[in-house]
């Protein structure tokens, strides 16, 4: 069973900063890519960043790219997402999931595990 926690959220004001925490008891944590995804009251979930096993490979979606860095520790079994400038429209719950494999997904359908979530507020 493979269980993810996420930490970090809260309120803060446009423009501000958050970092976003994800730990994992995969022990196999190294060998898979790592997701984060996001869900707005009344919207579907989105994808927001994804890693992959190594590290080596990044996406984003278009309306975090340049504000938004998803990193991971493999000694820690973590994954964060940093997020700066951020906008009213970012306000939603961040949730991180495991991927199927070790390639960086952006559908939430290729992930087989995931976190209860961590609200972000973001107020104009």
């Known amino acids: 069973q493979v269980h993810l926690v996420e930490s970090g959220g809260g309120l803060v004001q446009a423009g501000g900063s958050l970092r976003l925490s994800c730990a994992t008891s995969?022990?196999?944590?190294?060998?898979?890519?790592m997701g984060w995804f996001r869900q707005a009251p009344g919207k579907e979930r989105e994808f927001v960043a994804s890693i992959s096993w190594s590290g080596g490979a990044t996406n984003y979606a278009d309306s975090v790219k340049g504000r938004f860095t998803i990193s991971r520790d493999g000694a820690e079994n973590r994954v964060y997402l940093q997020m700066t400038n951020l906008k009213a429209e970012d306000t939603a719950v961040y949730s991180c999931a495991t991927a199927k494999s070790g390639f960086p997904y952006t559908s939430w359908a290729s992930y087989a595990y995931w976190g209860q979530g961590t609200q972000v507020t973001v107020s104009s």
């Open positions: 995969e022990r196999t944590f190294n060998s898979y890519a």
